[in-house]
């Protein structure tokens, strides 16, 4: 049976995953004041929601597979 997502799709939710565990553990440090929590948090947070766990979905890693077959058969 063929799965829909490939180990590279895998890959890059489990990236998402980490960065918005750092996000959400950075805006919980320290007072208002403190930079982590006031523009580092929020640009990885809106990174991750954005940019990373889009791209999890949206990236085929199955073409290279089958670029690969066909190369193996000749055709």
Do not use: D
């Not at 918005?20 to 990174?47: D, K, R, T």
């Amino acid at each position: 049976m063929e799965t829909l997502f490939s180990s590279r799709n895998f890959k890059l939710f489990g990236l998402g995953l980490a960065l918005l565990l750092v996000g959400y553990i950075l805006l919980g440090q320290g007072p208002v004041e403190n930079h982590l929590s006031w523009s580092a948090a929020p640009f990885i947070l809106v990174v991750t929601y954005c940019v990373i766990f889009p791209l999890a979905i949206l990236v085929n890693g199955k073409k290279e597979e089958k670029s690969e077959q066909v190369k193996k058969e000749g055709v």
